[in-house]
């Protein structure tokens, strides 16, 4: 009896010890943790901050618009999208998102090459993305590209209006050379989004078909899930 008493004590008391350990390191980790600004980025709307945490660079966006960046994130990678990793973070009385620094990626907007098939198989998935979460800000500077085309900027989704509004011409003209002649020619025509897809080269290969679990599992709004679920049938949106 008291050998068991003895041992639970000593159970007890490496418990005791092993937790108090942790919990110094814990907070010499939080001490230690060095937060530097690096540098910012202007935009006509924003300042982006660069920071270095723990000899790792982020890019610190303020947005009020956090939740719908994250979720914008989840269904890129729903649709087999890259994006960046991204979480909602304060700095100081600011909200805004966090998300790893490409430093040595290129923008879309500044690459020279030719997309190469695969990559130009992502820039579909991209506008057909866009048109289904109806994001009226997706231009070639909203895109990084290495191998593959990675998003980023989803302040401007769940915007009213037609599909033309969230077909933006700068991406097209990396789709094909003759993109904005084909949407002037269709602009005042009464067309659906699949049918001018289709004159842009779109197969219905193209059309992805997500399950509406899926979404569901991922949208907690319920106006949001049902205008997604909704759009999902882009024979029914209007160009
Ligand atoms: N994670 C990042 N890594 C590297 N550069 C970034 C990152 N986030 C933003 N930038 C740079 O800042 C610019 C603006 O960022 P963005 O999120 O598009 O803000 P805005 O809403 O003001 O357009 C981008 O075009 C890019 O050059
Ligand atoms: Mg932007």
């Known amino acids: ?3 068991i008493v003895h041992l639970s004590l000593l159970v007890k008391f490496k ?12 907070r010499k980790l939080k001490t230690n943790l060095r937060m530097k600004l690096i540098k910012t980025i202007k935009t006509v709307s924003n300042i982006i901050y660069i920071y270095e945490i723990n000899n790792n660079l982020f890019a610190f966006k303020p947005s009020k618009n956090s939740e719908k960046e994250i979720l914008a994130n989840k269904l890129a990678n729903l649709f087999g999208i890259k ?4 979480k909602p973070v304060k700095i100081g009385n600011c909200d805004g998102i966090l998300m790893n620094y490409l430093e040595n990626s290129t923008l879309l907007t500044n690459y020279k090459n030719k997309l190469n098939k695969n990559q130009m198989k992502q820039l579909k998935k991209i506008i057909l ?5 109806c994001n009226k800000d997706r231009h070639t500077a909203n895109v990084f590209i290495n191998n593959d085309l990675i998003i980023f900027d989803h302040d401007n989704i769940f915007q009213d209006g037609d599909a033309r509004k969230f077909i933006k011409l700068d991406m097209g ?11 002037e020619n269709l602009l005042d025509k009464d067309l659906t989004a699949v049918q001018v897809l289709k004159k842009l080269g779109f197969t219905h290969d193209d059309f992805i078909k997500i399950k509406d679990e899926d979404i569901k599992d991922i949208v907690k709004d319920n106006e949001i899930l049902k205008l997604l679920i909704s759009r999902k049938v ?6």
Do not use: G, S
Request: aromatic share 18%; net charge positive; hydrophobic share 50%.
């Open 1 to 3: 009896m008291r050998a």
């Open 15 to 26: 418990y005791l010890v092993i937790n108090n350990i942790i919990k110094l390191y814990l």
């Open 83 to 86: 994006t960046l990793e991204t």
């Open 129 to 133: 993305f866009d048109i289904w979460i």
């Open 173 to 183: 003209r990396k789709l094909n050379k003759n993109y904005v002649d084909i949407i």
């Open 234 to 239: 882009f024979d029914n949106i209007k160009f």
